[in-house]
C-alpha cells in the first residue's frame, strides 16, 4: 500500500467536511489536498491537485456526486460518504472503493484502510498479455465459453464484473474488472475512452465533437454513441497517430 493518499473531500456540509478531516487527521495513511463544497468546485479541485483519493458526498446542490464522475476523468480511487443507503448499490456500479454511512466513525476508516492494503499497484504486472488473435476462456453465472479477442466491440464496466459486447450481437457478463482488461488487452487495438469503456479501434465508425470539449464515439454495432472527455481523446489521437 502507499505510505499516504492525497484526498480531496467534497461535500456541500462544511461541519461534515470538518468532521471527517479530523477523523483522517487520526490516520497517517491520508494527506487533505483539498475541499470542494459542489461539483464546479470539485472539478477544479482535482484538475488542480490531482488527489489520490476522493471522498464523495452523493447529495449535493444541483449536482450530485454521480454527475461528478460522468464529467470527470478520474483514474484514482473513490470514497462515497452518504446519509444515504439508498444509493449503495449504484455506488459500486461506478467502482466505488467503499461506501461510507453518516456519521462516519474511526472503525470505518479503520476498515477503509484494510480495502486499501488489498489493492496491488502492480496490475499490469499480474495478468499475461493478450495477443489480438488470441482466444480466452471467460466464465459467469450462466456459461462457460471461449471468446474471440477481435470480435470484441466494446467492454464496460459494471461494478467489478465487465460487459463485454460483440460483433454478432451477443452480449456477457464476466467477473473481471476494467484494471484487468486494461493491463491485458493489446495496446494497439483497444482503447480506454472513459472511465467505464473500453473500445476495439477497428470499429469506431466517427468520432463527433460534443460539449465542454467532449466527443462522441460512434461504434459498428452500437445504437447509442459513447462519451469520450478531452483528455482521453489526447490518449487515442497519441496512441494511434
Same mark, same amino acid.
Given at each position: 500500500?502507499?505510505?499516504?493518499?492525497?484526498?480531496?473531500?467534497?461535500?456541500?456540509?462544511?461541519?461534515?467536511?470538518?468532521?471527517?478531516?479530523?477523523?483522517?487527521?487520526?490516520?497517517?495513511?491520508?494527506?487533505?489536498?483539498?475541499?470542494?463544497?459542489?461539483?464546479?468546485?470539485?472539478?477544479?479541485?482535482?484538475?488542480?491537485?490531482?488527489?489520490?483519493?476522493?471522498?464523495?458526498?452523493?447529495?449535493?446542490?444541483?449536482?450530485?456526486?454521480?454527475?461528478?464522475?460522468?464529467?470527470?476523468?478520474?483514474?484514482?480511487?473513490?470514497?462515497?460518504?452518504?446519509?444515504?443507503?439508498?444509493?449503495?448499490?449504484?455506488?459500486?456500479?461506478?467502482?466505488?472503493?467503499?461506501?461510507?454511512?453518516?456519521?462516519?466513525?474511526?472503525?470505518?476508516?479503520?476498515?477503509?484502510?484494510?480495502?486499501?492494503?488489498?489493492?496491488?499497484?502492480?496490475?499490469?504486472?499480474? %495478468?499475461? !498479455? +493478450?495477443?489480438?488473435?488470441?482466444?480466452?476462456?471467460?466464465?459467469?453465472? $450462466?456459461? *462457460? &465459453?471461449?471468446? =474471440?479477442? /477481435?470480435?470484441?466491440?466494446?467492454?464496460?464496466?459494471?461494478?467489478? %464484473?465487465? !460487459? +463485454?459486447?460483440?460483433?454478432?450481437?451477443?452480449?456477457?457478463?464476466?467477473? $473481471?474488472? *476494467? &484494471?484487468?482488461? =486494461?493491463? /491485458?488487452?493489446?495496446?494497439?487495438?483497444?482503447?480506454?475512452?472513459?472511465?467505464?469503456?473500453?473500445?476495439?479501434?477497428?470499429?469506431?465508425?466517427?468520432?463527433?465533437?460534443?460539449?465542454?470539449?467532449?466527443?462522441?464515439?460512434?461504434?459498428?454495432?452500437?445504437?447509442?454513441?459513447?462519451?469520450?472527455?478531452?483528455?482521453?481523446?489526447?490518449?487515442?489521437?497519441?496512441?494511434?497517430?
Amino acid at each position: 500500500m502507499k505510505n499516504y493518499y492525497r484526498t480531496l473531500i467534497v461535500d456541500d456540509e462544511r461541519l461534515a467536511r470538518t468532521k471527517l478531516t479530523g477523523i483522517l487527521g487520526k490516520f497517517e495513511n491520508f494527506e487533505i489536498v483539498g475541499e470542494a463544497d459542489d461539483v464546479p468546485s470539485a472539478k477544479k479541485q482535482i484538475e488542480a491537485l490531482k488527489p489520490d483519493l476522493i471522498f464523495l458526498d452523493i447529495q449535493m446542490p444541483r449536482e450530485t456526486g454521480f454527475d461528478l464522475l460522468e464529467q470527470i476523468d478520474f483514474e484514482g480511487i473513490i470514497v462515497f460518504v452518504t446519509a444515504y443507503d439508498e444509493y449503495a448499490l449504484r455506488a459500486f456500479e461506478v467502482n466505488a472503493l467503499d461506501y461510507l454511512l453518516k456519521p462516519v466513525k474511526e472503525e470505518m476508516v479503520e476498515k477503509l484502510i484494510a480495502k486499501l492494503q488489498k489493492k496491488s499497484p502492480k496490475t499490469e504486472e499480474l %495478468y499475461a !498479455k +493478450l495477443e489480438y488473435t488470441d482466444r480466452l476462456f471467460v466464465s459467469n453465472d $450462466k456459461q *462457460m &465459453k471461449f471468446i =474471440d479477442i /477481435r470480435n470484441i466491440i466494446m467492454i464496460q464496466s459494471v461494478g467489478n %464484473y465487465s !460487459k +463485454l459486447f460483440f460483433e454478432n450481437g451477443e452480449k456477457i457478463m464476466v467477473y $473481471k474488472p *476494467m &484494471k484487468e482488461w =486494461d493491463a /491485458r488487452l493489446p495496446q494497439n487495438k483497444f482503447c480506454r475512452i472513459h472511465r467505464t469503456s473500453i473500445v476495439n479501434i477497428d470499429y469506431i465508425e466517427k468520432i463527433d465533437r460534443w460539449f465542454n470539449y467532449s466527443y462522441r464515439v460512434f461504434l459498428t454495432g452500437i445504437d447509442e454513441p459513447l462519451r469520450m472527455s478531452k483528455s482521453y481523446s489526447s490518449v487515442l489521437r497519441d496512441r494511434f497517430s
